[in-house]
């Protein structure tokens, strides 16, 4: 048997096979059932979520031997021809390519004549919002006196750009994309059914590039398959759809939420040598942080589409990490995303927003120090440095410099950046900016302390 492409192979055949419109498929079934059949359907919605599957089945019920039936036998002459796509009462038109007048006078002429073997003469014409003008008006004058045993299936991703004069005279059916859920759950079963394996990180990372399009998550299975053979991993997904890894993404993260710029400009540097764009950089980077910000304000449910492994990562980046810093360093990384593009030096848009970013996350960590704990004098350089971080490791190294000891100075280079380095003279003793007022007795021995250095040098 030749070669068929998933989405060929595993279209749905019936009503109870087309995933996750059944608002469409039991409402088609039960016209059909009552017999209340309509001159023009239209289905609409956006690509790749069954329209012009439902289309053909609806069309095989209305043809099938044993109907009109809701549930065509798939065995008549009639059945196996609609299934191969050359069953003479069953035309399908794609509407891009025959937007013109003629080919829809043609159509209407045709339509006069009688079924050839079928009950009714069916017409499926997808993309139908890209008909001229004319040639709706043509379309109207059949839909306005419409043949007995004709019907009309349109498809579009666009109905607004359908006269309302043919919307009026279509039964109107909307497709909605198919839910992560759904669409995992079928992969897999039909994976499996072929001896395809799939991780979960996999399963993720397809339906999450799908868009919620079945045509496209197939389309993306043929690739994996060609690509990775039978057994499908996470990485190989990435590595194929060019995705941006997560643990590169929760690394920049990691360094912005923690205040250390170097490390988060490092990580980003890491990324653009392996060959990511700016632009998917940022893009994943947004999304990982709208993920992480999802957590962080308890709304994990809405995560559907997050592997497992992306799950545990967001979890622990957010622990005790407050949502609104989260929110604030996604606001300017989204409006860098914007200035990126109209940016000559996209990189450098990019490394001012994850630096202001971090700069941001390293206020918030002002605001939750204890106001004792925020001032380290670096003796050897006589320079003030004041350390202002709520992470353990930088209290344990205010605390201990306060108790008299002698930090290193390197190991205080690394454990923290410093908001500033400040030389401090007398006469910067009055505007010396320290936020917390009740503090003020602190502030005047630290600045006792320092004018002491300067006398003994
Ligand atoms: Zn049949």
Redesign the pocket.
Known sequence: MSYLVFARKWRPQSFEEVLSQDHVTITLKNAIDTERIGHAYLLTGPRGVGKTTTARILA?ALN????PTST?????D??RSITAGNHMDVREIDGASNRGIDQIRDLREKARYATASGKYKIYIIDEVHMLTKEAFNALLKILEEPPESVVFIFATTQPRKIPDTILSRCQRFDFRRIPVSDMSEYLKKEAASEGITLDSTALSLVCRASGGSMRDALSLMDQLVSFSGNDIRGEEVATLFGMVKTDLLADITSGILAGNTARAIDHVSGALAEGYSVDELLDALIVFLRNLLLVTAGASNSLSDVPESESRLLLKLSEDLPDIAVLNILRILSSAAVEVKRSSLPRVTLETAVMTASKLSRAFSIKDLPPVADKVVERNSQTTTTTREASPEKEIAADSSQEGKEQPSVEIAENSEPIEDTAISAEDEEDDSVANEDDEEKEKETSRTILGLFDAV
């Open positions: 095989k099938c031997e044993n109907g065509p036998c798939q065995k008549c009639s059945c």
